[in-house]
């Protein structure tokens, strides 16, 4: 045991531990990719984490283990799941390409990618002696990293906080949602509105749709007395929509008038 | 086993993640790729600093943390603005300035 750690081996039930978990980690980001729901997209990313704070505690980073547990797992994979169930739940990714052979290229830049980096990992002569953090870490590890963080980093830390302030705002200014003012004319105003306006054309009320029109649905607008369409007599919403029918000048010539006897 | 181990796990979890971001559509797996290849680097400072014998590594990590939940806050409210507009979590809806 003292001989494995000289050289820089780790005790074995930590490499039980990482065989078992690291392939299930790199298979969970995987399936990340694959899955085509991002619900279960969220899980799987939540996996991976929970792995990760594992790795961490393993390592004798406790304090980032459970801060990842806290922060990753707690926070942030609530505020996700929170995000997907607002923004649909059922808006599963389209899997279509939108632009062509950019699933292929990225693959083979990825399989480059990750190449470059672990052969370049394997060629390093890195953690052939790993030193360890049991001196480090003689105090425990959450003192020694608030002894760090409070005299080396305390300039960084200060700024973190404006930095995780200026996030806080920004996410309120973004999320926030500005209503206009719901402002309603009173009776009175809408009353001084119809007989001071413009015309006292609308002086004795609006006609209703349908009236004098072909159909008499809502969604028709009412006939003025020379046949021209009163739009205003449809709620605005549906024209807005654009489900107003019959918009056209009514023209007698149109309409027969041969009227068939009845038998 | 080689502590070098867990840079291998991180390098292939940083790549996932980098094949995530370009090849998947939704913004919020985007984003979630994004957060696995902040964590993955995270996996190789805590490594690094095990290896090194140094808890410079760790601090890093820490303060990545903290940067990264700025970032989703931020980029979560960003993808809730656009779904209120646009109706659409997509990351290709997005293209006004294209046309």
Redesign the interface.
């Given at each position: 045991m003292q001989l494995a750690l000289q050289v820089?081996?780790?005790a074995q039930p930590?490499?039980i531990m990482?065989?078992l978990l690291?392939p299930l980690?790199?298979a969970a980001?995987?399936g990340?990719?694959l899955v085509k729901k991002?619900v279960h997209?969220?899980i799987l990313?939540a996996f991976?984490?929970i792995v990760?704070a594992i790795?961490?505690i393993a390592?004798?980073?406790v304090?980032?283990g459970i801060?990842?547990v806290v922060?990753?797992t707690g926070?942030?994979m609530m505020?996700?799941l929170f995000?997907?169930m607002?923004?649909?739940v059922d808006?599963s990714?389209?899997l279509t390409e939108?632009i062509r052979g950019?699933?292929p290229i990225?693959?083979t830049?990825?399989v480059g990618?990750?190449g470059l980096?672990?052969s370049l990992?394997g060629r390093?002569t890195?953690?052939?002696n790993?030193?360890?953090?049991?001196?480090?870490?003689a105090d425990g590890?959450v003192q020694?990293?608030a002894q760090?963080?409070f005299s080396?980093?305390v300039w960084?830390f200060e700024v973190?906080s404006a930095?995780?302030i200026?996030?806080?705002l920004?996410?309120m200014v973004?999320?926030h949602?500005h209503h206009k003012a719901d402002f309603r004319p009173t009776q009175r105003q809408l009353s001084i509105n119809r007989f001071r306006g413009e015309s006292l054309g609308s002086a004795a009320g609006l006609p209703g749709p349908g009236v004098y029109a072909r159909h008499n649905a809502v969604d028709v607008p009412a006939l003025l007395p020379d046949g021209t369409p009163a739009p205003t007599s449809v709620n605005a919403s549906l024209e807005a929509r654009g489900d107003m029918l019959d918009y056209k000048k009514f023209d007698l010539a149109e309409i027969n008038t041969k009227v068939e006897e009845e038998k | 086993?080689?502590?070098?181990?867990?840079?291998?796990?991180s390098?292939?979890?940083?790549?996932?993640?980098?094949?995530?971001v370009?090849?998947?559509?939704?913004a919020?797996?985007v984003?979630?790729?994004i957060?696995?290849m902040l964590?993955a680097a995270?996996?190789s400072f805590?490594?690094?600093?095990?290896?090194?014998?140094?808890?410079?590594g760790?601090?890093m990590?820490?303060?990545t943390?903290?940067?990264?939940?700025?970032?989703?806050?931020?980029g979560?409210?960003?993808?809730?603005?656009i779904?209120?507009s646009r109706r659409?979590?997509?990351v290709?809806d997005a293209s006004l300035l294209k046309r």
């Open positions: 820089g081996q780790t930590e490499a990482f065989w690291a980690a790199v980001a995987l990340m990719l991002a997209s969220a990313m991976v984490m990760l790795f961490y390592q004798d980073a304090f980032l801060v990842q922060v990753y926070a942030v505020l996700f995000i997907l607002l923004v649909g808006s990714d389209s939108t950019l699933r990225a693959i830049a990825a990618f990750g980096l672990v990992l390093a890195i953690g052939r790993a030193a360890g953090l049991a001196t480090a870490n590890n020694a990293l760090l963080l080396t980093y960084p973190v930095l995780l200026t996030a806080a920004g996410a973004l999320a949602h | 086993m080689n502590a070098a181990n867990y840079l291998y796990v390098a292939l979890l940083f790549t996932i993640g980098a094949v995530g370009v090849v998947r559509r939704n919020i797996v984003f979630m790729c957060e696995l964590n995270n996996l805590v490594t690094f600093s095990r290896i090194n014998g140094d808890l410079n760790q601090v990590a820490f303060f943390m903290v940067v990264a939940a700025c970032e989703v806050v931020v979560l409210a960003i993808i809730v603005t779904y209120r659409s979590a997509s290709d």
